[in-house]
Protein backbone atom coordinates (compact mmCIF):
# COMPACT_ATOMS: atom_id res chain seq x y z
CA UNK A 1 0.00 0.00 0.00
CA UNK A 2 0.82 3.62 -0.42
CA UNK A 3 -0.42 6.40 1.69
CA UNK A 4 -0.17 10.14 0.45
CA UNK A 5 2.11 12.15 2.11
CA UNK A 6 1.11 15.86 1.96
CA UNK A 7 1.79 18.29 -0.51
CA UNK A 8 3.74 21.15 0.66
CA UNK A 9 3.20 24.44 -0.84
CA UNK A 10 5.90 26.17 -2.95
CA UNK A 11 6.94 28.76 -0.52
CA UNK A 12 7.68 25.53 2.15
CA UNK A 13 10.19 24.17 -0.07
CA UNK A 14 12.79 26.97 0.62
CA UNK A 15 11.89 25.82 4.60
CA UNK A 16 12.56 22.08 3.52
CA UNK A 17 15.29 22.74 2.06
CA UNK A 18 17.22 24.11 5.61
CA UNK A 19 15.48 21.40 7.09
CA UNK A 20 17.25 19.01 5.20
CA UNK A 21 20.95 19.50 6.34
CA UNK A 22 19.77 19.08 9.97
CA UNK A 23 17.66 16.00 9.06
CA UNK A 24 20.59 14.40 7.18
CA UNK A 25 21.25 11.94 9.58
CA UNK A 26 17.88 10.31 9.49
CA UNK A 27 18.54 8.98 5.75
CA UNK A 28 20.66 6.20 4.87
CA UNK A 29 22.88 4.72 1.82
CA UNK A 30 21.59 1.98 0.58
CA UNK A 31 23.73 0.05 -2.21
CA UNK A 32 25.37 2.91 -2.66
CA UNK A 33 22.28 5.06 -2.74
CA UNK A 34 21.95 7.94 -0.66
CA UNK A 35 18.61 7.71 0.51
CA UNK A 36 16.17 11.28 2.07
CA UNK A 37 14.17 8.64 4.41
CA UNK A 38 15.74 5.47 6.33
CA UNK A 39 13.87 2.37 4.76
CA UNK A 40 11.71 4.55 2.23
CA UNK A 41 12.67 5.37 -1.37
CA UNK A 42 10.45 8.58 -1.68
CA UNK A 43 8.94 9.24 -4.86
CA UNK A 44 7.49 12.73 -5.61
CA UNK A 45 4.60 12.69 -8.12
CA UNK A 46 1.35 14.72 -9.52
CA UNK A 47 -1.71 13.17 -8.49
CA UNK A 48 -4.40 12.22 -10.10
CA UNK A 49 -2.78 10.40 -13.33
CA UNK A 50 -4.64 7.55 -14.24
CA UNK A 51 -3.48 5.15 -15.54
CA UNK A 52 -0.27 6.01 -13.96
CA UNK A 53 -0.26 6.87 -10.36
CA UNK A 54 -4.13 7.52 -8.96
CA UNK A 55 -5.54 7.27 -5.75
CA UNK A 56 -7.90 4.08 -5.19
CA UNK A 57 -9.34 3.38 -1.91
CA UNK A 58 -7.11 5.19 0.03
CA UNK A 59 -3.64 3.81 -2.03
CA UNK A 60 -1.77 4.84 -4.45
CA UNK A 61 -1.54 2.95 -7.39
CA UNK A 62 -0.50 2.45 -11.16
CA UNK A 63 2.13 1.94 -13.97
CA UNK A 64 4.81 4.36 -12.81
CA UNK A 65 4.07 3.42 -8.71
CA UNK A 66 4.33 -0.39 -9.43
CA UNK A 67 7.79 0.07 -11.64
CA UNK A 68 9.21 1.96 -8.92
CA UNK A 69 8.04 -0.58 -6.47
CA UNK A 70 10.28 -2.97 -8.31
CA UNK A 71 13.26 -0.14 -7.64
CA UNK A 72 12.34 -0.15 -4.27
CA UNK A 73 12.39 -3.75 -4.44
CA UNK A 74 15.86 -4.05 -5.26
CA UNK A 75 17.10 -1.65 -2.50
CA UNK A 76 15.52 -3.39 0.33
CA UNK A 77 13.19 -0.82 1.48
CA UNK A 78 9.77 0.57 0.94
CA UNK A 79 8.26 3.18 -1.22
CA UNK A 80 6.58 7.08 -0.08
CA UNK A 81 4.86 8.40 -2.51
CA UNK A 82 4.79 12.41 -2.15
CA UNK A 83 1.76 14.47 -3.96
CA UNK A 84 3.35 17.80 -4.66
CA UNK A 85 3.45 20.33 -7.88
CA UNK A 86 4.20 19.19 -11.08
CA UNK A 87 5.98 22.10 -12.09
CA UNK A 88 8.04 22.34 -8.40
CA UNK A 89 9.23 18.51 -10.08
CA UNK A 90 9.64 19.35 -13.91
CA UNK A 91 11.99 22.36 -12.37
CA UNK A 92 13.85 20.51 -9.71
CA UNK A 93 12.84 22.30 -6.85
CA UNK A 94 11.59 19.36 -5.10
CA UNK A 95 15.16 17.62 -5.36
CA UNK A 96 16.69 20.91 -4.42
CA UNK A 97 14.47 20.52 -1.37
CA UNK A 98 15.08 17.56 -0.18
CA UNK A 99 11.07 16.18 -1.25
CA UNK A 100 12.09 12.85 -2.98
CA UNK A 101 15.03 10.58 -3.71
CA UNK A 102 13.16 10.41 -7.27
CA UNK A 103 9.70 11.18 -9.48
CA UNK A 104 7.74 9.28 -11.02
CA UNK A 105 5.24 11.61 -13.10
CA UNK A 106 4.26 10.44 -16.39
CA UNK A 107 7.35 12.88 -17.41
CA UNK A 108 7.92 13.49 -21.01
CA UNK A 109 11.67 13.69 -21.22
CA UNK A 110 13.06 16.89 -23.34
CA UNK A 111 15.66 19.29 -23.68
CA UNK A 112 14.05 21.72 -21.76
CA UNK A 113 13.32 19.78 -18.43
CA UNK A 114 16.62 17.80 -18.68
CA UNK A 115 18.20 21.00 -18.11
CA UNK A 116 16.93 20.74 -14.81
CA UNK A 117 16.53 17.11 -13.99
CA UNK A 118 18.74 13.87 -14.67
CA UNK A 119 16.63 11.45 -16.76
CA UNK A 120 16.19 7.68 -16.44
CA UNK A 121 16.50 5.87 -19.64
CA UNK A 122 13.11 5.74 -21.58
CA UNK A 123 10.42 3.49 -20.04
CA UNK A 124 7.18 4.47 -21.83
CA UNK A 125 6.34 5.84 -25.61
CA UNK A 126 3.21 8.36 -25.59
CA UNK A 127 1.86 10.98 -27.44
CA UNK A 128 -1.20 13.71 -26.92
CA UNK A 129 -3.95 13.60 -28.84
CA UNK A 130 -7.16 15.23 -28.88
CA UNK A 131 -10.52 14.20 -26.78
CA UNK A 132 -13.75 15.67 -27.75
CA UNK A 133 -17.85 14.42 -27.75
CA UNK A 134 -18.78 12.43 -30.14
CA UNK A 135 -21.00 14.81 -31.48
CA UNK A 136 -20.99 17.06 -33.18
CA UNK A 137 -17.70 15.85 -34.85
CA UNK A 138 -14.90 18.14 -34.19
CA UNK A 139 -11.49 18.07 -36.39
CA UNK A 140 -8.37 19.52 -35.38
CA UNK A 141 -8.61 22.66 -38.22
CA UNK A 142 -11.98 23.90 -36.35
CA UNK A 143 -9.78 24.69 -33.26
CA UNK A 144 -8.12 27.51 -35.50
CA UNK A 145 -8.85 31.14 -34.68
CA UNK A 146 -10.29 30.47 -31.00
CA UNK A 147 -13.70 28.83 -32.58
CA UNK A 148 -13.58 26.17 -29.81
CA UNK A 149 -12.27 26.21 -26.28
CA UNK A 150 -9.07 24.23 -25.44
CA UNK A 151 -8.53 22.58 -22.26
CA UNK A 152 -5.08 21.81 -20.80
CA UNK A 153 -3.47 20.61 -17.57
CA UNK A 154 -0.60 23.22 -16.61
CA UNK A 155 3.23 22.72 -17.15
CA UNK A 156 2.78 19.77 -19.55
CA UNK A 157 3.57 18.97 -22.86
CA UNK A 158 0.06 18.81 -23.81
CA UNK A 159 0.09 22.93 -22.90
CA UNK A 160 3.13 23.33 -25.46
CA UNK A 161 1.91 21.60 -27.99
CA UNK A 162 -1.64 23.65 -27.69
CA UNK A 163 0.52 26.49 -27.76
CA UNK A 164 3.07 25.50 -30.84
CA UNK A 165 -1.01 25.57 -32.92
CA UNK A 166 -1.49 28.51 -31.99
CA UNK A 167 -4.53 27.99 -30.01
CA UNK A 168 -5.26 29.73 -26.65
CA UNK A 169 -5.46 26.72 -23.98
CA UNK A 170 -7.16 26.84 -20.71
CA UNK A 171 -4.87 25.42 -18.07
CA UNK A 172 -6.04 23.13 -15.04
CA UNK A 173 -4.27 22.17 -12.27
CA UNK A 174 -4.84 18.30 -12.98
CA UNK A 175 -6.19 15.61 -15.13
CA UNK A 176 -9.53 15.34 -13.03
CA UNK A 177 -10.55 19.26 -13.09
CA UNK A 178 -9.73 18.95 -16.81
CA UNK A 179 -11.69 16.38 -17.53
CA UNK A 180 -14.18 17.79 -15.45
CA UNK A 181 -13.98 20.56 -17.73
CA UNK A 182 -14.76 18.81 -20.51
CA UNK A 183 -17.75 17.00 -19.03
CA UNK A 184 -19.43 20.14 -18.08
CA UNK A 185 -18.69 21.89 -21.35
CA UNK A 186 -16.24 24.73 -20.31
CA UNK A 187 -13.88 23.50 -22.99
CA UNK A 188 -14.57 21.71 -25.96
CA UNK A 189 -11.78 19.40 -26.64
CA UNK A 190 -8.98 18.27 -24.32
CA UNK A 191 -4.49 17.91 -25.21
CA UNK A 192 -3.88 14.98 -23.08
CA UNK A 193 -1.31 11.83 -23.30
CA UNK A 194 -2.93 8.99 -25.13
CA UNK A 195 -2.91 6.28 -22.43
CA UNK A 196 -4.42 8.52 -19.69
CA UNK A 197 -6.88 9.15 -22.46
CA UNK A 198 -7.77 5.78 -23.60
CA UNK A 199 -8.11 5.07 -19.78
CA UNK A 200 -10.70 7.67 -19.23
CA UNK A 201 -12.48 5.63 -22.11
CA UNK A 202 -12.80 2.66 -20.82
CA UNK A 203 -15.43 4.34 -18.43
CA UNK A 204 -19.15 4.32 -18.95
CA UNK A 205 -19.19 7.46 -17.85
CA UNK A 206 -17.32 8.66 -20.75
CA UNK A 207 -18.71 7.07 -23.17
CA UNK A 208 -19.62 10.26 -25.04
CA UNK A 209 -16.38 11.13 -25.58
CA UNK A 210 -14.14 9.88 -28.45
CA UNK A 211 -10.46 10.33 -29.24
CA UNK A 212 -10.14 13.37 -32.47
CA UNK A 213 -8.23 12.11 -35.01
CA UNK A 214 -5.50 13.88 -36.87
CA UNK A 215 -3.60 14.93 -33.79
CA UNK A 216 -0.59 13.47 -32.62
CA UNK A 217 3.25 13.53 -31.29
CA UNK A 218 5.85 11.15 -30.03
CA UNK A 219 6.82 11.25 -26.36
CA UNK A 220 8.53 9.19 -23.94
CA UNK A 221 8.44 9.57 -20.58
CA UNK A 222 11.31 9.13 -18.23
CA UNK A 223 11.88 9.13 -14.07
CA UNK A 224 13.73 11.79 -12.68
CA UNK A 225 16.59 12.65 -10.04
CA UNK A 226 18.47 15.34 -8.75
CA UNK A 227 20.24 16.42 -11.52
CA UNK A 228 24.50 15.72 -11.43
CA UNK A 229 23.81 14.12 -7.75
CA UNK A 230 22.39 10.11 -7.47
CA UNK A 231 24.16 8.89 -10.50
CA UNK A 232 23.97 5.43 -8.23
CA UNK A 233 19.86 5.86 -8.11
CA UNK A 234 19.84 6.62 -11.87
CA UNK A 235 22.09 3.61 -12.58
CA UNK A 236 19.90 0.52 -10.99
CA UNK A 237 16.43 2.51 -11.92
CA UNK A 238 17.83 2.05 -15.62
CA UNK A 239 18.71 -1.19 -14.88
CA UNK A 240 15.33 -2.25 -13.57
CA UNK A 241 13.76 -0.86 -16.35
CA UNK A 242 15.88 -3.10 -18.68
CA UNK A 243 15.46 -6.19 -16.60
CA UNK A 244 11.84 -6.09 -16.25
CA UNK A 245 11.39 -5.84 -19.94
CA UNK A 246 13.66 -9.19 -20.21
CA UNK A 247 11.81 -11.03 -17.43
CA UNK A 248 8.73 -10.26 -18.15
CA UNK A 249 7.54 -7.82 -15.28
CA UNK A 250 7.63 -4.82 -17.75
CA UNK A 251 4.58 -6.84 -19.42
CA UNK A 252 2.88 -7.92 -16.41
CA UNK A 253 2.42 -4.07 -15.00
CA UNK A 254 1.71 -2.83 -18.90
CA UNK A 255 -1.09 -5.61 -19.13
CA UNK A 256 -2.50 -4.55 -15.66
CA UNK A 257 -2.76 -1.08 -16.40
CA UNK A 258 -3.03 -0.63 -20.30
CA UNK A 259 -4.13 -3.98 -21.39
CA UNK A 260 -2.87 -6.10 -23.78
CA UNK A 261 0.46 -4.67 -24.94
CA UNK A 262 1.51 -4.10 -28.52
CA UNK A 263 4.84 -5.15 -29.53
CA UNK A 264 6.45 -1.86 -30.09
CA UNK A 265 5.13 -0.84 -26.40
CA UNK A 266 7.91 0.94 -24.43
Given amino acids: ?13 AIAALLLTACAAGGATVRG ?36 DLVARRLGVRQKIVDTDFTAITSGEVFAAGECDVAAAGMTINARRAAKVDFSRPYFDSGQV ?5 RPRVRPADIA ?6 GVVAGTTAQEYARAQGWAPKAYENSITELG ?34 ARTRER ?21 TQSRDNGDYRRIYEKWMGPMPPDAG
Fill in 145 to 150: GDHLRV
Fill in 181 to 214: ALRTGQVDVLVQDDPVVRYWLTDPDNAGFTIVGG
Fill in 33 to 68: VRLIGRGVLTTCTHLPYAPFQFERRGTVVGFDVDLM
Fill in 130 to 134: LMARR
Fill in 1 to 13: MHPIAPSRPPALL
Fill in 221 to 241: YGFAVRRGRDPGLLRLIDQVI
